[in-house]
């Protein structure tokens, strides 16, 4: 756990702050996405741990990339009118951050520390299903020791016990592009060295021809000794230099 962690979320977006990033010389393609942040600090604020909203420009079809905080970061969004563009159906009988919880359609995570799921947690009884999204050891971890009928109620659809099926476990291949349920994106997962056995997970997110990276937590190469980040980076930089990478969101502690 961090005692503190400063996010930066840079994106070109639709609904508010637009900025661009890396882009290339001349007007960036067609694209791009939105981003509501429901956390962005770590360590002793259990009202704003890491967790944001991301989805393409246009659609109200959310991913949570990691899930530290849910509904205390929905409640503010909604106080502020960040999530003015989520079409609530008016007989829904839920007020908007409960109804915006239930349609975050999948949560990508990056690792299985408490100030990256706790939301996640805490809010799966009132949770709608989807699917969770991540690496085996990030979702092993998830089955073994949290959703497992002694830390809390097993809902997912592996483990110990009774199966309560709301979470269906979707185990990303490093490297490899995979579909998001629910959305029009896909995700490619990186692995990042940060603390054994569970290493954490960089996830670029793809809607047409824009991409988004997001960065769990991580540190310098210089530190870990792996090489991990040098890898992602030389995944990413011919977006970076066509201007399709239209958002980067990196911790810095």
Partial sequence: MQTLSLWIGVALLALAGA??????????????????????????QEDNLT???????????????????????????AARGSLRDLRRPPDSGMRLPGWALRNIRAYLISHPHLDHVAGLVLNA????????LGTAATLDALRDHVFNWTL???????????????YAYTRLEPGVETAIAGTT?????????HSAPYPSTAFLVRSGEAYALFFGDTGPDAVEGEGRL????????????????????????
């Fill in 152 to 166: 809390w109620p097993n809902f997912g659809n592996e483990g110990e016990g009774f199966l309560l099926n709301k």
């Fill in 185 to 193: 994106m896909t995700v490619e997962a990186h692995t990042l060295s």
């Fill in 51 to 77: 967790a944001y909203l991301l989805a393409p420009k246009g659609s109200g079809d959310f991913v949570s990339l990691d899930a530290g905080t849910l509904l205390a970061g929905l409640e503010v969004a």
């Fill in 230 to 253: 040098a890898r992602v980076w030389a995944r990413v930089a011919p977006l970076a230099r066509e201007g399709t990478l239209r958002g980067l969101f990196l911790e810095v502690s």
């Fill in 19 to 44: 900025v661009a990033l890396l882009a290339a010389q001349g007007e960036p393609p067609d694209g791009g996405f939105v981003t509501v942040v429901l956390g962005a600090a770590g360590g002793l």
């Fill in 125 to 132: 009884p009132d949770d709608a299903a989807k699917p969770i």
